[in-house]
């Protein structure tokens, strides 16, 4: 089970973390110091269950779970709380939360309340892993088709009707968040609320244009609704957002290719309102986001699916798009950061080649060398062995000049 700690106070964070690691060292724990660090970590991991402060700078523990249900179902949620705001508690058990710990929080009521949420959510998770399985791949298809068509991008054969038969006519909702003061908070924030205004009024999907630009697809229930919809949105944005935005929506459409053509007369629209980069510099920024990521991540386990969420892309779109803006495929690009890094590395000989591999982020140094070889034509040794007898070359010229 993995465990999601939220609270501004490392003592208790880190306290909840000794204790349910001493005690349930099966279980892993994450922690986070506030709501944005929170959304973070729950959009990354497979995160089962959430203990989160009720008052926090930012954004309250409430409202990080007011947003995170629509997106995160599965999640059960257990609020911390003092005596003094014991009204917050109640009203997180209204908002669905299983269960909430007052401070000072007793070891032995964390153990009982992990215990027995762990045991339902080990049932649930048999019941219920398939199930979410294909809704969430059937989510991620959605999301990927749809930025395909916001780009314009080729569909490999991919049946659009297939995909978002559920539409027989649909409007594009677009919410651009001021670029230089946007982060993971902002864009979590809106993703989420189209989400769960997109089931209240009907059905849709939402999918990231760019770094700070969200297109959400929906198909309200009664076409009368988009108003009433996009009201709620700017109502919900300007009381969780913190920057500046603009909503933008599209009359009535009935035909998947009309998309491209509209989304971009949506961003023409925003560019006469705001002066705010256009789509192309929002992929160079975001190619460069994943960049200064990748080379200060790259010794970890590093996978597309992170890096592309790192810059709020799907893993499909943004690994065609960062070989097309740098000329390397993803993998590639990661091998060669670290084999020039081990390349490095091995003119030190005080270090053992397998401390390298794993500096370099391989636990595995015969998979290290390989990669090394298929790179180099020889192997991390024979470099080293190379390198020895070159300056055992230049100090025999030297000795005899």
């Not at 959304?39 to 995160?47: D, K, M, Q, T």
């Not at 809704?135 to 749809?146: H, I, K, S, V, Y």
């Not at 499909?316 to 390349?343: C, N, P, W």
Request: negative net charge.
């Amino acid at each position: 089970m993995n465990i999601l700690v939220v609270d501004d106070e490392s003592i208790i964070r880190e306290g909840i973390q000794r204790t349910l690691s001493q005690q349930f060292p099966q279980h892993t724990v994450y922690l986070a110091a506030k709501a944005d660090e929170a959304a973070w970590l729950l959009r990354i991991e497979s995160i089962d269950l959430v203990l989160t402060d009720v008052r926090m700078p930012g954004m309250t523990g409430l409202e990080l779970m007011e947003l995170s249900r629509g997106r995160h179902p599965h999640v059960k949620w257990v609020v911390i709380s003092a005596y003094s705001e014991f009204a917050y508690a109640r009203e997180a058990v209204r908002l669905g939360a299983r269960d909430y710990l007052l401070k000072p929080i007793g070891k032995e009521a964390l153990i009982e309340m992990v215990e027995q949420l762990g045991a339902e959510i080990e049932q649930n998770t048999m019941r219920s892993k398939e199930t979410h399985l294909v809704r969430q791949n059937l989510r991620l298809l959605r999301e990927g088709a749809l930025t395909r068509l916001i780009t314009g991008l080729d569909f490999g054969g991919i049946d659009l009707n297939a995909l978002l038969e559920d539409h027989p006519y649909f409007y594009l909702v677009m919410v651009q968040i001021e670029q230089k003061r946007s982060g993971h908070l902002e864009h979590f924030i809106v993703e989420n609320v189209l989400t769960e205004l997109f089931d209240n009024f009907g059905h849709g999907v939402v999918a990231s244009a760019s770094v700070n630009q969200l297109v959400g697809l929906v198909t309200p229930d009664l076409p009368h609704q988009l108003p009433v919809l996009i009201d709620e949105l700017k109502t919900q944005l300007k009381r969780c957002l913190k920057v500046p935005f603009q909503v933008i929506a599209t009359e009535e459409l009935d035909k998947f290719s009309l998309i491209p053509r509209q989304v971009e007369l949506m961003q023409r629209a925003e560019v006469g309102q705001s002066s705010e980069l256009n789509h192309e510099d929002h992929n160079n920024e975001a190619i460069e986001l994943a960049l200064k990521y990748i080379r200060a991540h790259y010794q970890e386990e590093v996978t597309l699916e992170r890096v592309s969420s790192v810059v709020f892309l799907t893993p499909v779109y943004f690994s065609q798009l960062f070989k097309q803006k740098t000329g390397h495929g993803f993998k590639d690009y990661i091998i060669h950061l670290r084999m020039e890094e081990a390349r490095r590395l091995l003119h030190q000989p005080g270090l053992k080649i397998s401390d390298i591999a794993e500096r370099i982020g391989y636990q595995d140094m015969r998979h290290f060398s390989q990669v090394f070889r298929r790179k180099y034509n020889m192997t991390p040794s024979d470099y080293r062995q190379q390198l020895s007898d070159s300056e055992k070359e230049e100090g025999h010229r030297f000795s005899w000049s």
